[in-house]
C-alpha cells in the first residue's frame, strides 16, 4: 500500500510540473510576439503654415508686384496640404507689359508602418516632383540644378515655354526639409511687345521664396530657420502629429494636383 501511494504521489506531482511549463512557454511566445510587431520613427514635422502666409509681404513685391498680397488659396487640408498662388500684370501701355506667375505648394507625410517613414515617403515625392518638372510638354532648352541652403535637399528646374501670348521662363524649385515636401513655380514673360524678363533674375527671385518657404515650415513646428542637413532627424522625430497620413492614393492624387510645372503650364 505504501509502494503504491508512493507512485501514485510521484505521478501527479509529474503531471503538474509539466502543466506549468507549457503554461510559461505559451506567456513567453506571446510575450515575445507582441514585443515583435513592427514600429517606424515618428515623423519630425507635425504640422504646416499657412499656404498663403509663407512669403513675406516684400518678397511678394518682389516677385509678383501687381498681385494681390492674399493670393488665392488652392486645395488644401489643415496640417497636411496647402497651396497658395499669386498673378501680377503690370502693364505699360503701348510698351506692352511684365507677366508674372507664382504659386507655392506644401504637403506633409506622415510615418506609417506599411509606408515607411515620413521622410522616406517625403523623398519619394520629391524625386516625382523634380521628374515632373523635367518632361513637361513643349519645353525648351530643360536644365536642372542643385539648390544649397535650401531644407535638406532642392533642385532648381529651369526651361522656356512658348505660347501665343509670348515666351515663358519657367523656374520651379522643389525642396524637402525633414518629411515636407515644398514646391515653388514661378514664371514670367514680356507680353504685347515688351521683353522677355531675365530667366536668372527669375531664378533668383524663385530660390529665394523656397527658402522664406522652408523657414516659414521649421517656424510652425517650434525651429527659428530650416535644418539645411538631415542631421537634426533624430532630435526632432520625437515630436509626432497626431494628423492622418495622406494614403497612397492621396499621394498620388497630391502629386497630379500639385505639380507645380504642369501647373503654371496651364495658368500661364
Known sequence: ???ASGCSSD???GGSGSDGDQAAGAGAT???SASAEPTVQAAAYGSLPESCGVLSKK????LVPEASKSGKKGTSEAG???SCSWSSLDNNGVKG???RWLNVSLLRFESDTSRGTGEAQAQKYYDQQVQDA???DGAKGTKSQAVSGTGDVATLVRYDLKKKEGAFKQQTVVTRVENVVVSVDYNGAGLAGDKAPSADSLAKLAEKAAKEAVAAVSAANGEGAASP???????KSASSSKSPSPSASTSKAASKSASPSKSAAKKS
Open 229 to 235: 542637413s538631415p542631421s537634426g532627424s533624430a532630435s
Open 134 to 136: 523635367e518632361s513637361v
Open 11 to 13: 505521478s501527479g506531482s
Open 97 to 99: 507689359s511684365q507677366f
Open 80 to 82: 497636411t496640404r496647402g
Open 30 to 32: 506571446v510575450s515575445a
Open 1 to 3: 500500500m505504501l509502494i
Open 59 to 62: 518678397t511678394l513685391k518682389s
